[in-house]
């Protein structure tokens, strides 16, 4: 799959006044950027419109006559934050107590323990209970790179800080720096799905099997659900993701299936062969470890349109290696560079959760732009992303010192309705993108894990 016109769009938008960006298809709209040493709203910017153009191109190739397609920058910066604005209500609060930067003997390890099996690994290296002061004691007598291969080794999740040049030499940044910003490969033929759709709801009656959690891999579902797509998020019963589940969700029916029973396995097996979409961000190796590599999934479902995303990239020493955007902001040396932007005295990451959400609509236009594939070739494809590697794009370039703040958010930028989530009333915000003639809208509010069988609708 082609990067040049995601990277184009980028790199246009850093040199570009706030207006129109007709060399790379789309119009932007809106003024202003979010305060970073890193150009974080160009590449909201680019990943938003790279979406949106894919929904055009597919649009143009079904129905014959390509729309044109319009980001608002303002709004793609506020996505890239959060889009949910409860009425009388909190989403729960994400973050475990444990989580969070430390200063070792030598410098800063980042531990993310908001999952209880990768807190309980952290906390068995340390020897200490789960209370963020007695953390941070321990953390202070190690050195920064043996406790985070301490607790990499047990299965938790942990990042030193390094700088980007020290990332630029490190065995791993050196294999993403390489590798492409999509891998892109031809699969098996099949059929091209349920292709009821129309000019404003391209992708009604297309089947998405959405095995993704935190945070990119549901955005890009997300999208898919905008344009009509139906979308099955299927869980383990154990998995909690109370803080952004409300935010993430919408325009889905979440499932609960436990792959380590038989049954349950065989029953997704199932509903793998009825989809026409799998979405999985796992660790490179996981579905293989189950007996479901990428040929077998393209045996179980000839011509699947396959989109997968890992953290640390798909090649190099660490690709398997378990990574949030702010465990990969640590290691690349944007935390670093963000801290010496800022004259601060510790790590200071990305104002949003950038390498997430500009992932993840990156893995939306590698999904829509894999379906007109298929209607031209009847192949499917595997397309494999890495927060890493999207991060080697941002890292291109530098803010722009031109730009100015972003203006306020106000109570236009949210839509009308009242959006019942599962968990009480909200707005939401408006769309960033908008495709002429297929508005962004979703089917479903926002609504808890495991409220839905695990089975396609109609």
């Known amino acids: 799959m082609d990067n040049s016109s995601v990277i184009h769009t980028f790199l246009q938008a850093m040199s570009a006044e706030p207006s129109v960006f007709e060399a790379s298809g ?15 709203t160009e590449l909201a910017v680019a990943a938003v419109g790279s979406a949106g153009l894919a929904v055009a191109e597919y649009i143009g190739h079904r129905f014959g006559s390509r729309p044109s397609v319009t980001v608002d920058r303002r709004l793609a910066s506020f996505w890239f934050g959060a889009s949910l604005r409860p009425q009388g209500w909190s989403p729960p ?3 475990d107590p444990v989580t969070g930067d430390y200063r070792s003997r030598d410098g800063w390890v980042r531990l993310h323990a908001n999952m209880p099996h990768h807190r309980a690994a952290e906390l068995r290296v340390l020897g200490v209970e789960a209370d963020h002061e007695a953390v941070a004691r321990a953390v202070a007598s190690w050195d920064a790179l043996e406790l985070e291969t301490a607790i990499v080794q047990a299965g938790g999740c ?11 030499h490190h065995p791993q940044g050196q294999a993403v720096a390489a590798e492409p910003l999509f891998h892109y490969q031809e ?56 803080g952004l589940v409300p935010e993430v969700t919408l325009g889905k029916r979440c499932a609960q299936l436990d792959f380590r029973d038989l049954a349950q396995l065989e029953q997704f097996k199932a509903l793998l062969g009825g989809a026409d979409i799998l979405v999985h961000g796992y660790r490179a190796d996981a579905l293989e470890r189950m007996g479901l590599g990428a040929e077998v999934r393209q045996l179980i479902r000839p011509g699947l349109v396959d989109v997968c995303l890992d953290a640390y990239g798909w ?17 690349n040396g944007f935390a670093h560079a963000g801290m010496r932007h800022y004259g601060k005295d510790k790590p200071t990451p990305l104002p949003v959760q950038a390498l997430d959400q500009a992932s993840g609509y990156l893995m939306a236009a590698a999904v829509v732009r894999a379906l007109t594939g298929r209607l031209v070739t009847g192949l499917g494809s595997t397309t494999r992303l890495s927060l890493a590697r999207t991060a080697v794009l941002l890292a291109s370039r530098p803010a722009s010192r031109a730009m100015a703040a972003l203006e306020p958010e106000i109570a236009d930028d949210c839509g009308p309705e009242i959006e019942l989530t599962s968990w009480g009333p ?33």
């Open 315 to 331: 090649t190099g020493p660490w690709n398997t290696r378990r990574g949030f955007d702010s465990l990969v902001q640590m290691s």
């Open 26 to 40: 789309f119009d932007a709209t809106g003024a202003g950027s979010l305060p970073s040493a890193f150009a974080v």
């Open 158 to 168: 942990a990042a030193m800080m390094r700088s980007q040049d020290e990332w630029a």
């Open 187 to 242: 699969a098996s033929a099949g059929p091209p799905g349920d292709l009821r759709g129309a000019p404003a709801r391209p992708l009604a009656g297309l089947k998405v099997l959405d095995l993704t959690r935190v945070l990119a891999g549901p955005v890009c579902t997300r999208f898919l659900a905008a344009y009509g797509a139906q979308v099955l998020r299927v869980d383990p019963p154990f998995w909690v993701e109370p």
């Open 93 to 95: 609060d994400v973050r």
């Open 426 to 458: 909200a707005h939401r915000l408006r769309p960033p993108c908008d495709v002429q003639g297929a508005p962004m809208r979703w089917d479903y509010p926002a609504n808890a894990l495991g409220s839905s069988p695990a089975q396609w609708l109609a």
